[in-house]
Nanobody, 127 residues
Framework: QVQLVESGGGLVQTGDSLRLSCAAS????????MGWFRQPPGKEREFVAA????????YYADSVKGRYSISGDNAGNTMYLQMNGLRPEDTAVYYC????????????????????WGQGTQVTVSS
């Protein structure tokens, strides 16, 4: 079974950048999709970004479009989330997730379609 471990979170100021990493016990994109979700304090988990493993198609939440970028390394062992122009409202625990099943889904922004999750990494953006 694939295990995911996030890293790279921290405390930054408004406008700063961070790069989160998601290391997999095997290849990151062995199934249909990989994604990043986040849970702000006191709120529900929300979708951030996803990449479809079959063709590299990427999809972003409107709130991060143009500021965040999802990618993977050439070896296929690590997925990244580059976050630029961070804002206080980006403060959350960030989770990476994998849909290890190869079956396609109608949308990549629903957590219920992912079967493997990391433990999360905290990102705090101060104003």
């Amino acid at each position: 079974q694939v295990q995911l471990v996030e890293s790279g979170g921290g405390l930054v100021q408004t406008g700063d950048s961070l790069r989160l990493s998601c290391a997999a016990s095997g290849r990151t994109c062995r199934g249909y999709a990989m994604g990043w979700f986040r849970q702000p304090p006191g709120k529900e988990r929300e979708f951030v970004a996803a990449i479809r493993c079959t063709d590299g198609y990427t999809y972003y939440a409107d709130s991060v479009k143009g500021r965040y970028s999802i990618s993977g390394d050439n070896a296929g062992n690590t997925m990244y989330l580059q976050m630029n122009g961070l804002r206080p409202e980006d403060t959350a625990v960030y989770y990476c997730a994998a849909r290890t099943n190869l079956s396609p889904v109608p949308t990549m922004d629903r957590g219920r379609y992912y079967d493997t999750w990391g433990q999360g990494t905290q990102v705090t953006v101060s104003s």
